[in-house]
């Protein structure tokens, strides 16, 4: 990771010794960079292909996999050949299973362009599309080959984007990390207004990810507290139709993790005081923290019930959380039972409104 290592693109991917690149982008990236790398990669030998889908959550969908696969294939990339993923968590998530599914493994690429794929989804190979029974049900693990992360393409990052990418970062603070916490505090502004904070956040982000990734690839164990405020948030996706111009997901991943610890104060094991806080610098961040917030309405009770029994990390039918003692402490909480999220909720719902 870097400022303006996309420039040194076509090096550092032609050292990997492929003889061809599937480029996959979305219609607001592909204009900006892909040309440019494409050449690059050129430059140094590759015989390059460039694909582009529409931009938003909605592309990952087993449509946009037929057409990537397809593609993917109609380039002639074989098994030591590259598929690159260039763009944010969408273009990453989908190429990325892409690659891991077309002549049951090529290898990735991952050129993430915003703040949360650098942060996060171009980082410990989870790979996947949705589906309607849920966020990321069909996918894979598929590790890159190589994720080149340049800093300077967050320059022009629209705002909506930075905040919902910052919600990834303060979640490592808040899974065990309070002095990190403590650090957003302090430099929120800077990671957004592109000071040397902003490199120190996105660096801090990856190694604390690596470091769970490392001990735990396949989420056996202590990978899950990754999802810290990824079961609600999850929900919220799947009940707004995974449609960007409501709710990305960072923005659920931010309210998501505001009712991990009020759920976990509300079970009596969180002081209030650090929900406050946790709640207090997320919207100074200007990020959304309650149900009441997200466009068009968040569902019934029964309907975000129903979305999380779809999650992942339900085991035996019961529902799992990840859930915290306080900042910097959290813990997976297995079997919770379904009537006292249904009362959080129900809680939640009523409080919430304005
Ligand atoms: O990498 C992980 O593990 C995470 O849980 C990180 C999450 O922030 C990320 O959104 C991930 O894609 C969610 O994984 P899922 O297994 O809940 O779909």
């Not at 790979?127 to 190589?146: D, E, R």
């Amino acid at each position: 990771m870097g400022r303006g290592l996309l420039g040194e693109a076509g090096s550092r991917i032609a050292a990997l010794e492929a003889r061809t690149a599937a480029i996959v982008t979305d219609g607001h990236v592909g204009p900006l960079y892909a040309e440019a790398l494409a050449a690059s990669l050129q430059q140094h030998g590759l015989r390059v292909s460039i694909i582009t889908l529409p931009p938003g959550e909605a592309t990952k969908s087993y449509a946009s996999l037929e057409r990537v696969c397809d593609a993917v294939l109609e380039a002639k990339v074989e098994r030591g050949d590259l598929v690159v993923a260039l763009g944010g968590g969408v273009m990453g998530d989908l190429a990325g299973f892409a690659a891991a599914v077309v002549r049951r493994g090529v290898r990735l690429v991952q050129v993430p362009t915003t703040l949360l794929s650098q942060v996060d989804s171009s980082v410990g190979g989870k790979t996947g599309i949705n589906s309607l029974h849920g966020k990321n049900l069909v996918g894979a693990f598929h590790q890159p080959s190589l994720v080149l992360a340049d800093t300077a393409l967050l320059d022009t990052l629209p705002i909506r984007e930075m905040r919902a990418g910052y919600a990834e970062v303060v979640k490592y603070g808040l899974i065990d990390d309070p002095d990190f916490f403590a650090w957003c505090e302090a430099n929120w502004r800077g990671v957004f207004d592109g000071g040397p904070e902003r490199d120190e956040a996105v660096a801090q982000s990856c190694r604390a990810k690596a470091a769970v990734v490392v001990k735990d690839e396949r989420e056996d164990g202590d990978r899950a507290l990754l999802n810290l405020g990824h079961t609600f948030g999850h929900a919220l996706e799947r009940i707004t139709y995974y449609d960007s111009a409501r709710l990305v997901h960072g923005e659920g991943v931010a309210i998501g993790m505001c009712q991990a610890f009020r759920f976990s104060v509300a079970l009596g094991v969180c002081p209030p005081a650090d929900a406050e806080r946790v709640e207090a610098h997320l919207s100074e961040a200007g990020l959304p923290t309650r149900l009441a917030q997200v466009p068009g309405g968040c569902g019934t009770v029964d309907e975000l019930l129903d979305a999380m029994a779809q999650d992942k990390k339900v085991k035996g039918g019961a529902l799992t959380f990840i859930l915290v003692r306080g900042i910097g402490q959290s813990f997976i909480a297995r079997d919770v039972p379904v009537a006292s999220v249904r009362a959080f909720l129900q809680d939640e719902n009523s409080t919430s409104r304005p």
